[in-house]
Nanobody, 126 residues
Framework: QVQLVESGGGLAQPGGSLRLSCAAS????????MSWARQAPGKGLEWVSG????????YYADSVKGRFTISRDNAKNTVYLQMNSLKPEDTALYYC???????????????????WGQGTQVTVSS
């Protein structure tokens, strides 16, 4: 069955960095777009970044553009999110998600994803 397991969250200071990983199994990873989304306390789910199946195209929310970088290693079935210049408002539970449609580009709507990981907590505080 499909499994997505996030790791790499933790506590970081403002201006610091963290690298999230999402290990995928149970499907042909290289055929699907992947995305990261986050949910801050008391707020709704926010799409953060997406990457096409072969890694050729990447997409970012305006709130993280220029600070976060998404990448993937299809040989390792893993997608990453490098987060630099972290801000307190980046504090959230971060999820990775598998695209619903094989070969489709990553979208911003949660309905475009059919499997989600359990999340990894990122806290940015001094």
């Amino acid at each position: 069955q499909v499994q997505l397991v996030e790791s790499g969250g933790g506590l970081a200071q403002p201006g610091g960095s963290l690298r999230l990983s999402c290990a995928a199994s149970g499907f042909t990873f290289s055929s699907y777009a992947m995305s990261w989304a986050r949910q801050a306390p008391g707020k709704g789910l926010e799409w953060v970044s997406g990457i096409y199946s072969d890694g050729s195209d990447t997409y970012y929310a305006d709130s993280v553009k220029g600070r976060f970088t998404i990448s993937r290693d299809n040989a390792k079935n893993t997608v990453y999110l490098q987060m630099n210049s972290l801000k307190p408002e980046d504090t959230a539970l971060y999820y990775c998600a598998k695209g619903r449609v094989r070969g489709a580009r990553p979208g911003m709507g949660s309905y475009e994803y059919d499997y989600w990981g359990q999340g990894t907590q990122v806290t940015v505080s001094s």
